[in-house]
């Protein structure tokens, strides 16, 4: 996530819906979207308060004033501040991600709340996350960690982020390693991921791509 001075920051080829710069004037902060950009410039999405309020745009890297990552939010673990349940669950997603000391952190809109201070979970809100994926971790591990967390009274979504793109967990662990989708900088693409227990290497296999989508 990237704070911003205000919507004068950002570029765009169309004219700013009127609650862009509202949401902007309320919480000056922006999520990175998974979309290539020119050269000095940053994919960003700007989230307003209803779920169909997503605005993608882009913002020149001397322009950020502060970046924030999701492991940085794991570390500091300012949801203990928050009485509602959502932060009171994140909570048990933390000691379990730190029990297997896996390197991870909160993003969505769980995220953005504990960024920004603006109130964007509600009561139906899932608890999204992400993993950064290693070459140990394998499948029956990834199924292992999904039965943890659905034992957890909200819902937690979880994409695992690698360097080729982030795809998920559920996907991952249901497939046994067969072809998942992964998002990618130049859009979805079905990729093979065989992570083999013993000499923990992956094998990656291009399958198709599709059409560049707009993650904001």
Known sequence: MLEVEGIGDLICYSSFPEWVEKSIAKAPFVVVRRARASEGLV??????????????????????????????????????????????????????????????????????????????????????????????????????????????QVRVDVQMEAMEGAFSLSEYATLGGKTVLLRTMDGPMLMKISTLENGRTMERQKVKSFCLSVDS
């Open 43 to 152: 994919s960003v999405g700007v989230r307003g308060s209803m779920r169909n309020e997503r605005f993608a745009a882009f913002l020149s890297v001397d322009h950020i004033v502060r970046r924030i990552t999701p492991e940085q939010l794991a570390q500091e673990r300012n949801w203990n501040e928050h009485s509602k349940e959502i932060f009171c669950c994140l909570e048990r997603v933390s000691k379990l991600m730190n029990l297997h000391s896996l390197t991870w952190g909160p993003v969505g809109s769980v995220g953005f709340e504990l960024v920004s201070g603006k109130e964007t979970t509600t009561k139906t809100s899932d608890i999204d996350i992400v993993i950064r994926f290693s070459e140990g971790f394998t499948t029956r591990f990834a199924r292992e960690i999904e039965a943890e967390l659905k034992k957890i």
